[in-house]
Structure formats: structure tokens, C-alpha cells
């Protein structure tokens, strides 16, 4: 059976924890910085001062991080969001990205809400 020691997989999921700054709801999912980040692009709404732990044991195996819940991001364009974005805007860096669990129509000027969810690296099998 192949074996990664908790260390290896934490430090791939420790630079969510340390280096994301920035969350943005999305009408597609975005493949680059730009399409995350730019308003009118693929960005429907962001959320800065992000809250993400640090890696944990994940179930059945593996390590992962927990993105805390959300109440408060500006949405800034209206549209159907349907994915999210998690980039290091420090280093211009998609970090992250994810399916939104239902699409959602928002509205330029409102605010978003999210709940908290992980993200993780599996075991090797």
C-alpha cells in the first residue's frame, strides 16, 4: 500500500491557510487569476480576510482545510453564480476553485453568504 506522511499533503493545503486572501463567487468556473478576480469576467463577488484553518485529518483518509462560512461578500455584478474562486491576489495566484452546491442569482450592490466547507487532498490509495 503507498503511504504519504500527514506532512507532505499539509504543506500542499498550508499555502490555502496562509497565502489565500481572497474569495470570489463566479458565473463560470474560472481557469486563471483574471477570470477569478476581474469584475465582468467570471467575478460576480468577492470576499477578502478570508478565515481558512489550518489542515486536519480528512475522512476516509487524506488532510484538508476548512473555509470558514461567509455572511458578508459584495456581490458586484449581476448574474447566476455557480462556482467559487480562492486566489493569493499578493502573488496573482488562482489557488482554488470549487461548484457552488446550487446556482444563485445575485444582484450588483447586495451581499453573499456562504456556507463554511472544505477542501482536501485524499490519501493514496
Known sequence: MSYLNDRVL????????TEAN?????SQ??????????????SLGNKTSLSIGSPAARS???RKVTVAQITD??????????????????NSRLLATGSL???????DGNTFTLAAFDIGIPGPA
Open 10 to 17: 499539509d504543506f500542499g493545503l498550508d499555502v490555502l491557510d
Open 60 to 62: 476516509p483518509s487524506g
Open 22 to 26: 481572497r474569495l470570489d463567487i463566479c
Open 101 to 107: 452546491s446550487a446556482g444563485q442569482l445575485v444582484t
Open 73 to 90: 461578500g459584495a456581490v458586484t455584478e449581476t448574474a447566476t453564480a455557480t462556482h467559487w474562486a480562492i486566489t493569493d491576489t499578493v
Open 29 to 42: 468556473e474560472p481557469t486563471t487569476f483574471g477570470q477569478a478576480t476581474t469584475d465582468g469576467t467570471y
